[in-house]
């Protein structure tokens, strides 16, 4: 069992930067590929990146790459999103979430273990 914490998000503007923190208590964390996803009002929720065990390999949606990125201290049992140059459409609930496969995918089904969420919202 591993237990997910997500900080960090709020108001940001277009053009502006935010970093999202998730920290994890519970089974060694190096056991885990980690994820960020997010789910904006009526529509499904949807994978944004993820990253190895290590930190080894990173995969990003189209979406956000080249904007996003993903690291991890596992030292520190945390995992972040650094999101620049933000747009309104990245308005959205932004969920860590952690994965027991040796290789993280962008399926969610992959992820038995998910934080509460922290909402994020873009103004123009």
């Known amino acids: 069992q591993v237990q997910l914490v997500e900080s960090g998000g709020g108001l940001g503007q277009a053009g502006g930067s935010l970093r999202l923190s998730c920290v994890a208590s519970?089974?060694?964390?190096?056991?885990?590929?980690m994820g960020w996803f997010r789910q904006a009002p009526g529509k499904e929720r949807e994978f944004v990146l993820a990253i190895s065990r290590y930190g080894g390999s990173t995969y990003s949606a189209d979406s956000v790459k080249g904007r996003f990125t993903i690291s991890r201290d596992n030292a520190k049992n945390s995992v972040y999103l650094q999101m620049n140059s933000l747009k309104p459409e990245d308005t959205a609930v932004y969920y860590c979430a952690a994965s027991s496969e040796v290789t993280p995918r962008p399926e969610p089904n992959d992820y038995a273990y998910w934080g509460q969420g922290t909402q994020v919202t873009v103004s123009f």
């Open positions: 519970g089974r060694a964390f190096n056991t885990y590929g």
